[in-house]
């Protein structure tokens, strides 16, 4: 392109030479081709770095749609998403999808894990691209998700956690180093149990706070779950019949069978997980301990799982002990807080700027008019056309005898006479 691009370049500059009366146009389209020249590079388009989120509304702001949660009261401080860090192992279909949308959303550090390669048999599903085959999956994130958004810190592990040697590299990365913070949140998004197990492992030594979510291999339905260790029921608490019977999974597996997988389910769990990791980080709304998804009747099942005293994890074990032992410091915490909550309630109004003039007052106060007369109250000048419909107004009866009566008597004289004649 670039030669193409620098061939037309000599033939306007000839052209203008030789036959042009208008040099200045043939200049304009000169710069023009400098301009498509230029895009074509690698690297031409990206955006610089952003120093501070901000709410200005304009085009040019990436982050202005996100940062008006903060005015519609949704979030009190997004841009603290910033702070955060959240590793993803498995960079498949919902875990590269829920990269991306970590990313967009501007997270602060994202942590990828995975040993695959991108392969066209991965194209019916979201975010890789065919040109990507070949790469690793981490890498080819990368690429992606940096061209994105340049804010976010990328970090990518290309190995399999469930080797000895991934194991310690992934427990590492995972601690809070000296000019390096921990990890806030794990999100599981692996294929297998004996990665979910490892996950496991790894969240029940650390006490690290995890998401797991899966795709069932019929591609129709899926689920997401919270862990946190010592509160929660862990991984290997309620085990799935294959993790318990100790079969190796790999042995199920029939050949030439492939499980089956849609973008469209695996990006409504992926949705569901990155809606819960943001409600979960920015404190908002309320995160699900368990949420499934079946497509098939669009149904989503909720409930909770406490962890399981004779779980087969004796790290799992040990932070219940933990847990169990840290109740009255979390009920007195739990307790200031409320205090603390109330007593600010009642010094002064929420909202500083009030421009519907909206007050709240106590009901007891409120001067409550004769409800006969509140619908009857109208502006000064207005009259009602119609009575007021609960009202029955008595029809007027006349005092004296009805004129129908009368005839009716003076008929019954003028038969009397007939029948007497
Ligand atoms: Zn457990």
């Known amino acids: 392109m670039e030669e193409e691009l620098r061939s037309l370049l000599q033939d306007l500059e000839s052209f203008k030479l030789s036959t042009s009366d208008r040099p200045d146009l043939v200049d304009q389209m000169k710069q023009r081709v400098v301009r498509i020249g230029d895009l074509a590079k690698p690297g031409a388009g990206k955006r610089s770095k952003v120093k ?45 999808v829920a990269a991306e949308m970590l990313t967009r959303c501007g997270i602060g550090r994202l942590l990828l894990y995975d040993y695959d390669t991108v392969e066209l048999a991965n194209m019916n599903r979201l975010f ?160 699900s301990p368990y949420l499934g998804y079946n497509s098939l009747k669009d149904y989503f099942p909720t409930m909770q799982m406490r962890p399981n005293p004779q779980c087969s994890n004796s790290a799992c074990v040990e932070r219940q002990k933990e847990y169990i032992q840290s109740k009255p410091a979390r009920d007195a915490a739990a307790k200031a807080k409320m205090e603390a909550d109330a007593s600010a309630k009642s010094e002064g109004p929420v909202h500083l700027d009030n421009e519907w003039n909206i007050s709240v007052v106590d009901d007891n106060e409120v001067d409550v008019p004769n409800s006969s007369n509140t619908s009857d109250r109208l502006p000064d000048g207005l009259v009602h056309e119609l009575p007021s419909a609960d009202k029955y107004t008595q029809p007027l009866v006349a005092e004296e005898a009805s004129p129908i009566a009368d005839d009716l008597e003076d008929l019954q004289r003028q038969l009397d006479a007939l029948n007497a004649s």
């Not at 989120?53 to 008006?68: G, H, K, T």
């Not at 903060?70 to 998403?81: A, L, P, T």
């Not at 862990?227 to 079969?247: K, Y």
């Open 128 to 287: 890789f691209r065919p040109d990507q085959v070949g790469m690793t999956k981490t890498d080819a994130a990368v690429q992606t998700l940096s061209d994105i958004n340049p804010d976010v810190v990328l970090e990518s592990y290309s190995l399999n956690i469930t080797t000895v040697k991934g194991f310690e590299i992934f427990v590492e990365s995972l601690k809070e180093k000296p000019g390096k913070s921990g990890v806030d949140l794990i999100l599981s998004c692996v294929d297998n149990y004996e990665a979910r197990m490892v996950v496991n492992q790894a969240c029940n030594e650390l006490g690290q706070t995890w998401m797991e979510s899966g795709v069932s291999e019929d591609a129709v339905s899926g689920h997401i779950q919270l862990l946190v260790p010592g509160e929660t029921a862990c991984f290997a608490c309620a085990p799935p019949l294959v993790v318990a019977s100790g079969v190796d999974e790999r042995t199920l597996k029939r050949e030439g069978v492939c499980a089956a997988s849609l973008p469209t389910t695996m990006g409504v769990v992926a949705g569901l997980l990155v809606q819960n990791t943001l409600k979960y980080l920015l404190k908002f709304g309320q995160v």
């Open 52 to 96: 501070d989120m901000s709410a200005e509304v304009v085009d040019s702001n990436p982050y202005s749609r996100l940062m008006a949660l903060q005015r519609m009261g949704i979030v009190e401080n997004y841009e603290k998403i910033r702070d955060f860090s959240v590793a993803i192992v498995g960079i498949g279909g919902v875990g590269s």
